[in-house]
């Protein structure tokens, strides 16, 4: 029997009455002959409740007992939704983490997965009953919950997919896929039918919300086919698939945005080799994810270090860095949080000059100032202030997807 | 180092604030050099929000699934309340039943404890840590998790205090300790400073509803100290303990009422050997749990069976009685949920005559007509209508209590 695989997000189960509404769903997919594997996230607002009771009690909570506290959310999203699909007279049975062994690395707050056991699904699924399976928890090897970080269900649906080898994952969500951007910002956004894997990344990677990273590279690493659907229609949203001949006439297929980083710089640092890996050694053991990182070589022989960091690390990241400019003798640090990365992102780049030119005409235009600059090979990103956010989404929008072909 | 138990409370762990108020009371129990193990309930009204959100979902919510979705709720305060002590700088963790492995059978919604691992127990003591149990809950065999019924945390703790041989287990509540009857009831009601575990049992049993009665079960049979006192003051509360001499002289330790009972009568069951057996078989298969039950003999050679079971089973037995009743050709079935259990426990009962007849006397005098009688060694109840429970609760603390001594 063909094996599905349904996630569904927190404002699909908002409510009881959505909940109810998932259940027939997933009810009308298993009567249509297909084996059913729900992951479900937490309800909506249930999250931010959770996160909200440990701040009140908690300046800088604890990471263990948080990943213990957030992934209640998911338990009770899971028992929910097992309840309603068995009020339809349908058997259903729920797991948590640790009885199907969702093994994931010790980083709190931003697990790794690392294996699933598929044991107790297997024999569920030949019992006749429909799986769900809580999203965004894992368990470590000594069976301290973890969670996956923001959008980790994504990650938990595209992997349990991967381990029983499904025929497809679908993604189910408030929107109707994926679009060339966020149509809140550009009116003339529009869903796109067919998006590759490495697109997709490079998009989520530079600001789009729909999916978690790290789920779109495992399904790439797998080879998992992902449908990325809205949970209020019937309607086709955007599949996720190998890139193919026919996408690189598309110069560019998404406009991204990102407000959640901030930038910092270290002034002046001595130009010593070792002394990049001594600054960022203490912030990747910390967790911390850098995301670009420019220099700037002054003319007395020092170098400004520029990189940015996700806002909510912000303040820990400038503990760091203020302890190892004083080490290093550095001149000083400064912090902007009034920052943006806008990118424009295409597998056509790759067969194309001047992309980047055009960006950078673009925003130029539009009187934007470009402070720093980052490239891939099917991505362009640059950092603005964040005030011009919106203004340059909808003219690199415009220029390149509204006008495409016009290089 | 000596070694405390200490269990709080919905109230006690109500809200953020209250959660740190534990803490800080937990941190001064440490540092005045015991180690601590504490156990918690769900913050007050969140079970109860969890039971309303799966009935939206079901009208007979799967057992399973029930305790799943239950248990997040001391998952939820132990996170929080382990938060709140490294808050204060003192290294604490929480466990979940599967992490410490609170075995149970597998009777969801009312499991019972069959065995603890205190490893890691043990080991977190060791590192210097405040260890935070979740009550309530537990897992079988099969790692599917289970609940210990209302009022479980109270026997988590006692199992816990049991297997680390702790010195003590405090149970932390809203009330002063335990009362010789409701004071909202009847205001002449005084605190107990002492109480012996039978008393406690038949009191528990009863109505009484400050302890689970596995949980004083278990601490008889481990001969766990339990003190059950206020987390609002520093007040000395009731101390459980191993009867002795002095109590003998105090015919009457409480009275208490229960309201959560109805009575179903089947009505002209002939008289066959085995009957008995086949009526209570199928409710004690369904986990129901019969309290009181009487016959009468009719002249015709049949007999009327009455019994008593919780108000929450009260639909399911029906249907399985009536079921039942066709069967074995009785002539009928009637029920009464308006109907109230009064009791009066004493150890002084076993070395006193006339106790009972003294009991039925003061309650004839008020008018309060008795439908069902029971009794054990220490103990003495009587089925009323449930609109004079109030008034009988009266009469009898006044004559017993009050006035004691005047058999």
Chains 1, 2 share one sequence.
């Not at 790794?112 to 999203?135: F, M, P, W």
């Not at 943006?340 to 009187?367: D, E, N, P, Y």
């Not at 490239?375 to 919106?390: D, G, M, Q, Y």
Request: net charge negative; proline share 2%; glycine share 6%.
């Amino acid at each position: 029997m063909a094996l599905i695989v349904q996630k569904y997000g927190g404002t699909s189960v908002a409510s009881p009455e959505r909940i109810k509404d998932v259940a027939k769903r997933v009810l009308a997919t298993k009567q249509a002959g297909q084996d059913v594997v729900v992951v479900v996230s937490a309800m909506a607002g249930e999250t931010n409740r959770l996160v909200s009771l440990a701040e009140q009690i908690s300046d800088s909570p604890d990471e263990r007992e948080r990943d213990v506290l957030l992934a209640s959310g998911e338990q009770v999203a899971a028992s929910l939704l097992a309840l309603a699909i068995r009020d339809l007279g349908q058997t259903a049975r729920s797991f948590l983490a640790h009885q199907v062994r969702i093994e994931t690395d010790k980083a709190y707050g931003k697990a790794r997965i690392k294996s699933i056991d598929s044991t107790r699904v297997l024999q569920s699924l030949k019992d006749g009953e429909i799986v769900v399976v809580a999203g965004f928890q894992g368990v470590d090897e000594e069976d301290n919950i973890t969670t996956l970080g923001r959008g980790g269900s994504d990650t938990s649906a595209v992997a349990v997919a991967a381990v029983l080898n499904a025929g497809v994952c679908e993604i189910y969500t408030d929107v109707e896929g994926v679009f060339t951007t966020d149509p809140d910002v550009c009116p003339a956004a529009r869903k796109l039918d067919r998006i590759s894997y490495e697109e997709m990344i490079e998009m989520a990677s530079t600001g789009a919300k729909v999916l978690q990273i790290r789920s779109v590279e495992l399904a790439m690493k797998f080879s998992v086919p992902v449908h990325i659907r809205s949970s209020f229609s019937q309607a086709q949203g955007t599949w996720l698939v190998e890139e193919d001949q026919t996408m690189d006439s598309v110069l560019v297929s998404g406009v991204t945005y990102d407000k959640d980083e901030a930038k910092i710089t270290i002034l002046r640092v001595p130009d010593r080799p070792g002394l990049a890996a001594q600054i960022f050694s203490p912030i990747a053991e910390a967790n911390i994810v850098v995301d670009m990182i420019i220099q700037n070589a002054s003319e007395d022989g020092t170098t400004d270090l520029t990189f940015t960091v996700p806002k909510a690390d912000y303040k820990k990241a400038i503990a760091l860095v203020e302890n190892m400019a004083n080490a290093i003798q550095a001149k000083g640090v400064t912090v902007d949080p009034g920052i943006a990365k806008v990118s424009i992102v295409g597998v056509g780049m790759r067969t194309h000059a001047g992309v980047a030119a055009k960006m950078f005409q673009v925003l130029s235009r539009a009187g934007i100032n470009i402070q720093m600059i980052s490239t891939s090979e099917i991505k362009i990103s640059v950092v603005i202030e964040e005030k011009s956010t919106e203004r340059a989404v909808r003219v690199l929008h415009e220029a390149f997807i509204e006008k495409q072909g016009n290089l």
